[in-house]
């Protein structure tokens, strides 16, 4: 038999019953549904947060294998492209007439590399890597060296070159316009003394001008200013110089000087060019080297990540 205390006090009833079934004024029933919700709000949050990490880390296994492969990738373009840098530069020791070109690997672009985010990139380098920290920070920063030192030669390279074709055939056409000046003024003395009568002995000056024309146009390779600085216009400044008192020596003896410093400046830009040409081809290939580098260093950590996760997944199975 249940004895219920009936206590009346404001016109209302309690129950000793139902504050037995009460903490802190909440009902017991009250604190186990909230409980409850509570635990599995926090079993969801923990449940969601193992999911969002193990899909990260997987999508951080994936970038860092497309990373490295971006690298991997690299390397036969930018072998070709020094390739293509030495080639050039060895054109431009030559003395001889060329035509200029240079080899554009459309492979050699670091895009894509610079693409991955910078977190990404943090975490990759960082993440779960057993080395110092001091060791990490220096590959790291190894890469972002070499791969912008990278991106600065792929940017420069084509404007150099463009910037050397154009000032190139400025003073190409500087050398010819002196070059068919000389021609021309030899054509006038020679017309006029046609018409005159004289003869080709009667001006020692003339008749030595016209050796060295002939001389010079009856060379395989005459049209090449190389050739012609040795054939003509180093022995025609000479004899101008030894005949200054001649009336048409002065204004070819100009035309020759004018050849002389446009040649001068071709070989001063084409000597600038290739130094430009080796160093880069250099910089390209030592940039290419520290980037391989970091990139083993990066396989053979994941590699051992892999094993170590392995070892442990066998241990689990074997309950060891």
Request: aromatic content about 10%; overall charge positive.
């Amino acid at each position: 038999m249940i004895i219920i205390d009936i206590i009346f006090q404001s016109g209302d009833f309690y129950s000793n019953s139902a504050a037995a079934n009460r903490i802190l004024g909440i009902s017991i029933d009250t604190i186990f549904t909230t409980s409850i919700t509570i635990s599995v709000f926090i079993a969801g949050y923990i449940t969601k947060k193992i999911y969002d990490d193990s899909v990260r880390k997987k999508g951080l296994k994936e970038t860092s294998e497309y990373f490295c492969t971006l690298i991997e990738l690299l390397n036969k373009p930018i072998e070709r492209q020094i390739n293509g840098f030495v080639d050039f530069a060895h054109h431009l020791k030559r003395k001889g007439k060329e035509d200029y070109q240079l080899l554009t690997v459309s492979g050699f672009n670091v895009e894509n590399i610079k693409q991955v985010k910078h977190q990404d990139l943090y975490e990759i380098f960082f993440r779960d890597r057993k080395l110092n920290v001091q060791e990490i920070t220096k590959d790291f920063q190894t890469f972002q060296e070499n791969l912008s030192l990278m991106e600065s030669i792929n940017q420069s390279y084509k404007n150099v070159f463009n910037n050397f074709m154009q000032r190139y055939y400025e003073l190409l056409k500087e050398w010819n316009t002196n070059m068919k000046a000389i021609h021309n003024t030899f054509n006038e003395i020679a017309n006029s003394k046609l018409k005159q009568g004289l003869k080709k002995g009667d001006d020692p000056f003339f008749e030595k001008l016209d050796l060295l024309l002939a001389h010079y146009q009856s060379n395989s390779d005459y049209q090449n200013e190389h050739e012609g600085i040795n054939i003509l216009i180093n022995p025609l400044r000479k004899l101008c110089s030894e005949n200054l008192t001649h009336p048409n020596s002065p204004q070819i003896l100009s035309f020759g000087t004018n050849c002389l410093i446009a040649y001068k400046n071709i070989e001063k830009g084409n000597n600038m060019t290739r130094r430009y040409y080796i160093t880069t081809a250099r910089q390209l290939n030592t940039a290419r080297y520290h980037l391989n580098c970091v990139i083993e260093k990066l396989k053979h950590s994941n590699s051992s990540k892999n094993v170590h996760s392995e070892n442990a997944s066998i241990s689990q199975t074997l309950g060891i």
